[in-house]
């Protein structure tokens, strides 16, 4: 599964996809690449010495799971929010907790080291994963089985 | 195949792409879920009872397939209107037209039960599917098979 | 794989994505449709006859892939620009490049017959493909493999 995304409905739906296939039992790893790396950013940030763009980037982009945005409907944040209230109400898992569970579930992480060039992100300013990988991981991975892009 | 979006150029393409694959043999699985629930609605809507959160997102959400929008270009419809004409010209079925034609092939249609509680939609406002199920569903399903996310 | 999007930064995964399955030993078809017909677009265009709304379509969609903007950040083509500088000292390969490169390791490239109707595109308006195609072509590739929708 590749996460390109960092919206929050799509980030959620990969999460909630990845849990249900692990708990069916496959093997399942995520490749978090391009926007889709915000979604493993520390919150709060650890302080890190950066250039100006990739401070511009780290600025610019969500820090981190509790940060995201609906891909429609976010009306500047009160869509967004009321649709995280809506999902409280109904017991969904949040999108922080959606991961944990997938961690716990031995769905692996890895995060794309062409995009964390690209955006000036160091590996302490993520949570932890599993392995900093290409693409050539992840298309052996691809082998075996399934493929969504997120 | 899971239908995420509800964007009208996305939910045609995955439908053409699904009466594709069944007439090309192949057993054919949509898991409508999030925006993509939109596509399955009704129209016009059936009277049910609904709180105020549910009767929010019945309004603000598309009311089924002949109501969707282009993910670009829409222009405030303009864009939409004219897609939908060049598309008649060319002999293009609808999205209406091309969801009977996968039920007519046997393509199976299941509606995400986690996303009708958070929307509120119940199966009668909905047109008619083969099933109602959750993740768990879904997960064995594609282990059968290739699985793509539109 | 189907590439249906003309975001800069999809189109770049797409590429980057095949020329990593190529790599990887992997037989790899894109499938080009919809909005994605523009990443193949040659620019300069060549001179053809077309009707009003053809014409239409050509001056509002992107002219190949050195005009593709990014699907979120774009901020009206700065964003984009700033990207591609990154990318650029980055040593990230160009879309054009990544194209090439996809070319030369094998990759199959497929333009959708109907949406080349539907946008009023002719072949010569396009870059070299191997094949222009229908969904039925597509479908029984499919049978093959793994499928992204990107």
Redesign the interface.
């Known amino acids: 599964m ?1 996460l ?1 995304s ?1 919206d929050l ?2 980030a959620m ?1 990969a999460m ?2 990845a ?3 692990a ?2 039992g ?1 093997k399942v790893n995520i490749f978090f ?3 889709g790396l915000s979604v493993l950013r520390k919150n709060p940030a650890p302080k890190v010495q950066k250039d100006r ?1 990739s401070k511009m980037f780290g600025w ?1 982009l969500p820090l981190g799971a509790s940060k995201l945005a609906l891909s ?2 976010n009306m500047l944040g009160i869509g967004t929010a ?2 995280k209230d ?2 409280r109400k ?1 017991n ?1 898992l949040t999108l922080s907790e959606l991961i944990q569970s997938a961690r716990t579930a031995g769905v692996r992480f890895i995060a794309c080291d ?1 995009a964390m ?2 955006m000036g992100i160091s590996r302490e300013e993520l949570i932890e994963v599993d392995e900093v990988a ?3 991981t ?3 991975l ?2 075996k ?6």
Do not use: P, R, Y
């Not at 089985?145 to 997120?150: H, S």
């Open positions: 590749v390109f960092n409905d799509k739906a909630i996809l849990n249900g296939f708990a069916a496959m690449t391009f926007w763009i610019m429609k409907m009321l649709m809506v999902m109904q969904v062409m060039g690209v290409g693409v050539a992840f298309a052996e691809s082998k089985g399934n493929t969504l892009f997120i």
